[in-house]
Each structure stands twice: as C-alpha cells, then as structure tokens.
C-alpha cells in the first residue's frame, strides 16, 4: 500500500477521548449526542488540521470521540474549542458520563 492509498495520509496524530455512562442512560446519551453533534460538527469542519473525526456510543456504556490530526498543535484545538469545551462536555457531565483524561497519539504505523 502506496502512501496515498492510506486512509488518512496527511495525519500524525490521532486523538483519542473516552467516557463511561451507566447503560441504562444509553438513549439519554444518544440523544445528547445527536444535539451536540449539530454545533459541533460545523465547529469541527472550520478547524485547520483535521483529517476525519468519529464518534461512537456503546449500550454497554461507553462513549468515544476519535480524531485524526496532521500535528499535535492541531489536535490540541479541541481542548479550547467552546462547543465541545463548554457545550458538549458539559451536556455529557449532566448525565453523569466519567471522562478519562484525552490523550494525543502519534501514528507509531498504520495499515
């Protein structure tokens, strides 16, 4: 696989969040979600330096935000971003999701 057949090629960071929630508040937290997502999205698009972004919501009670970065200075944008900042992590907090603290990775290898 050629470099430009990799996903993402112009990424060198990948950032990682996670939270746990008790799964019986699965569909409050789906539907936090699918709010935020609405400002955070746009917000996201806007920022220099993102290569792709993903969320998932687990029943079993676990959130996650992975995020693809072409430098650590980029990454760190979400930290101060006020729509994630402000907006989303607090909605999560009010329905008792636990966040671990995020953590930036650089691309050891990829397939």
């Avoid at 996903?7 to 699918?34: C, H, M, W």
């Avoid at 996650?64 to 650590?72: G, K, L, P, R, T």
């Avoid at 607090?90 to 930036?104: H, M, S, T, Y």
């Amino acid at each position: 696989m050629t470099t430009s057949d990799q996903p993402f090629p112009g990424a060198k960071i990948v950032r990682l969040s996670r939270g746990t929630f008790e799964p019986a508040r699965y569909a409050d937290i789906q539907q936090a979600n699918r709010r935020t997502s609405e400002n955070l999205v746009p917000a996201i698009r806007q920022l220099p330096g993102v290569q792709a972004y993903f969320a998932g919501i687990s029943p079993s009670g676990s959130i996650v935000q992975v995020s693809f970065w072409d430098s650590e200075e980029h990454a760190d944008q979400m930290s101060r971003l006020p729509e994630m900042v402000v907006r989303a992590r607090k909605e999560f907090e009010g329905l008792d999701v636990a966040f671990i603290p995020i953590v930036n990775h650089a691309i050891a290898w990829r397939l």
